[in-house]
């Protein structure tokens, strides 16, 4: 398995909701974006912080380096970290 060293990157985006809710992390499939969770934000931000990000090398989270799948993860925990996510909801 290959496990790449790189620093998290910066992901874009969407939220829904109120952030006093508890968070839901949206996580769209292959191929795709963010915006592509839209269709559950509109039914959860009622009860939900919903929160869809374009992972790495998707949307407007472009790269031009190399990843491996595991950069997704530190990706995630990142933007978690952002905006002070200790717990959450996915959906995905």
């Known amino acids: 398995m290959s496990v790449s060293s790189s620093r998290p990157q910066e992901l874009h985006y969407r939220q829904w909701g109120d952030r006093a809710a508890p968070p839901i992390l949206m996580l769209h499939g292959h191929p795709g974006n963010g915006a592509a969770m839209e269709v559950f934000a509109a039914a ?3 009860r939900y ?6 992972l790495r090398g998707y949307g407007r989270s ?20 952002k905006l002070d996510i200790d717990r959450f909801w996915v959906l995905g």
Do not use: K
């Not at 380096?65 to 933007?79: I, N, P, R, W």
């Open 62 to 81: 472009r790269t031009s380096h190399s990843f491996v799948m595991t950069d997704h993860l530190s990706d995630l925990e990142a933007l978690l970290a």
């Open 49 to 54: 912080w919903a929160i869809a990000p374009d």
């Open 44 to 46: 959860l931000s009622d």
